[in-house]
């Protein structure tokens, strides 16, 4: 697959904390990374509108972010101030073996090279230092709304599966030297949505992999996903999402 640019969320900067579970779901993240981080400061690569970095300065921990998107980071330094800077996670600006941990949530997919993201992180991580990224997976049980959304997400990957599948990070991790430290999860705090409230989500393309595709092929592909909606049950009960987000620690070698 070719590599492109990494993804700016500058679009949904205004409204990414309410759309993706809020201060709730950064809790259940840092939560999840605690027992996985060795001590010292962190880097969270994507650092967002800072909810993970918040949480996890709230515990205790010294977290530094580095984000594209100049909107999201103007949410994250009200959250982390002085400790937030515009960067790339294909061009870290940190020094090679300078960092202790390093932290990506749902960033690998979005990043466009997984591969040169994973080594930068490998670079700017001390010998010994843990790196810690979300991971997405296919075959698990679904709702009957997640089916039909996962399905449209499929449908619109023009370049075959997601790069942020699970094996395929824990294959080029090991590819690049780094060593298998632990599998965790966390649950999908802020995805328990109606069918209602998805076709709001799909007819706004409110999700960064329905950026990039064209009007004529999402125009296609999201009316049956929509109308498939409309026709579910319980047209504003929310779907409970019991599928773990897998979390994969590494470790630079020592």
């Known amino acids: 697959m ?8 500058d679009r949904i900067a205004d409204d990414y904390d309410r759309t993706r579970g809020g201060e709730c779901r950064g809790g259940a993240v840092a939560d999840a990374l605690l027992p996985v981080m060795s001590p010292g400061p962190l880097l969270e690569v994507g650092v967002g509108t800072g909810l993970v970095a918040q949480a996890l300065t709230r515990r205790g ?23 937030v800077v515009a960067g ?22 979005v ?27 296919d075959d698990e049980p679904r709702s009957d709304v997640s089916e ?20 395929h990070v824990v294959r080029t991790a090991a ?11 966390y649950p999908p ?16 393309r409110f999700a960064s992999w329905m950026w990039t595709v064209d009007d004529e092929t999402w125009e296609r592909e999201s009316a049956p996903a929509v109308a498939a909606l409309r ?3 319980d047209q504003d009960s929310p779907r409970e999402e019991t599928t773990e987000v897998p979390l994969l620690a590494f470790a630079a070698p020592a």
């Open 148 to 167: 039909i959304v996962g399905a449209l997400d499929r449908r619109l990957r023009q370049d075959g599966p997601r790069p942020d599948e699970e094996g």
């Open 88 to 109: 790339d996670a294909l061009r870290l600006p940190v020094r090679s073996g300078s960092v202790d941990g390093v932290v990506m949530i749902h960033v690998l997919h």
């Open 111 to 137: 990043v466009g090279d997984m591969t040169g993201t994973l080594a930068e992180a490998a670079r700017v991580l001390r010998p010994g230092g843990r790196l810690a990224v979300s991971a997405h997976v």
């Open 2 to 9: 070719a590599a492109r640019g990494s993804i700016s969320f």
């Open 189 to 204: 705090t802020g995805w328990e949505l109606s069918p209602a409230d998805w076709v709001s989500r799909i007819e706004a």
């Open 231 to 233: 026709g579910l049950p």
């Open 61 to 83: 921990r010294v977290v530094f972010g580095v984000d594209l998107s100049l909107p999201m980071l103007r949410y994250a330094q009200g959250r982390v101030p002085g400790r």
């Open 175 to 185: 590819g690049l030297g780094l060593l298998p430290a632990g599998r965790f999860g």
